[in-house]
T-cell receptor, first 115, second 113 residues
Framework: NAGVMQNPRHLVRRRGQEARLRCSPM?????VYWYRQLPEEGLKFMVY????????ESGMPKERFSAEFPKEGPSILRIQQVVRGDSAAYFC?????????????FGNGTRLTVT | DQQVKQNSPSLSVQEGRISILNCDYT??????FLWYKKYPAEGPTFLIS?????DKNEDGRFTVFLNKSAKHLSLHIVPSQPGDSAVYFC????????????FGKGTKLSVKP
């Protein structure tokens, strides 16, 4: 998992607050993906971004969730007005430009707890 | 509707023996399959993958077998080592895209010394 940096590792928010999760991809990787893992579940795709572009957001909830990957700086997953059901592990992954044989490299995740 | 299923939540194997982890899928459009390994409090680590044009891929102690007619793949680890104890996730994608991976729920492997 070395290379994809996520912070914070743990985040506690009260219902109604905002959560911001950050992800810096591996060096040389221009593609970032966000996944969410609920307890006892597999990872679920949320969004795929390149610099300044959202390529696929088919897994993003329609409300309260947004993601960006600016020209400079890390990718940000933002959750507004958090609810208890948002408690989960959020994993970021990166890859070089897509093609067969370029598996995703994941970070160690941010564990969000909503109280 | 689960498109990728790992029906065994857990598996226990003796050190030195073979571990076989299974995965079934329902979407015939999947053309790329991956196995990831995950330790507690860490992110998934890529292990091995296979394209749908192949039926076997081998990397050291790890071999993945794909049976397209049965929509089934398996991961063989031989010989198993205590350090292999982790949760193993099967994942699949369409069009060779690694971005939108569909994951199974995982199988927890315990390798006993």
């Amino acid at each position: 998992n070395a290379g994809v940096m996520q912070n914070p590792r743990h985040l506690v928010r009260r219902r109604g607050q905002e959560a911001r999760l950050r992800c810096s991809p591996m060096k040389g990787h221009s593609h970032v993906y966000w996944y969410r893992q609920l307890p006892e579940e597999g990872l679920k795709f949320m969004v795929y971004l390149q610099k300044e572009n959202i390529i696929d957001e088919s897994g993003m909830p329609k409300e309260r969730f947004s993601a960006e990957f600016p020209k400079e700086g890390p990718s940000i997953l933002r959750i507004q007005q958090v609810v208890r059901g948002d408690s989960a592990a959020y994993f970021c992954a990166s890859s070089p430009p897509q093609g067969m044989g370029s598996p995703l490299h994941f970070g160690n995740g941010t564990r969000l707890t909503v109280t | 509707d689960q498109q990728v299923k790992q029906n065994s939540p857990s598996l226990s194997v003796q050190e030195g023996r073979i571990s076989i982890l299974n995965c079934d899928y329902t979407n015939s459009m999947f053309d790329y399959f991956l196995w990831y390994k995950k330790y507690p409090a860490e992110g998934p680590t890529f292990l091995i993958s296979i394209s749908s044009i192949k039926d076997k891929n081998e990397d050291g102690r790890f071999t993945v077998f794909l049976n397209k007619s049965a929509k089934h793949l398996s991961l063989h680890i031989v010989p198993s080592q205590p350090g292999d104890s982790a949760v193993y996730f099967c994942a699949a994608s369409v069009g060779g895209s690694q971005g939108n991976l569909i994951f199974g729920k995982g199988t927890k492997l315990s390798v006993k010394p």
